[in-house]
């Protein structure tokens, strides 16, 4: 997997899988990206407010926000995020919706 530091003036945010560090950066390319997939972004929003969330959402959003993939195939990449639990990927979650309200860049 890759390693990277986040750079907080950009939006990003880290998210831990098997102990490395993966920069997520919701750019505008990546969150329509995302949105074409998932359907609308603030209902998205609002179903993560409100715990209705799925996994595979979370998965989704978090791949199209990948800053890099090397090689990565998404599969592998949602079976790292299940192993790691909801609770070890909630801050990057909160922090990509923090960015989807107020804008991403």
Not at 80 to 97: D, H, K, Q
């Amino acid at each position: 997997m890759m390693t990277g530091a986040a750079n907080p003036h950009r939006g990003e945010a880290v998210l831990m899988i098997g102990g490395q560090p993966l920069v997520l950066r919701p750019t505008f390319a990546a969150l329509v990206a995302a949105e074409e997939e998932l359907g609308p972004l603030f209902a998205l929003v609002e179903r993560a407010s409100a715990g209705q969330l799925r996994l595979s959402e979370m998965v989704a959003l978090f791949w199209y926000a990948l800053r890099e993939r090397n090689g990565l195939e998404r599969d592998d990449f949602a079976e790292a995020v299940a192993r790691e639990g909801l609770a070890a990927c909630t801050p990057a979650l909160r922090s990509l919706i923090v960015q989807i309200l107020k804008g991403a860049g």
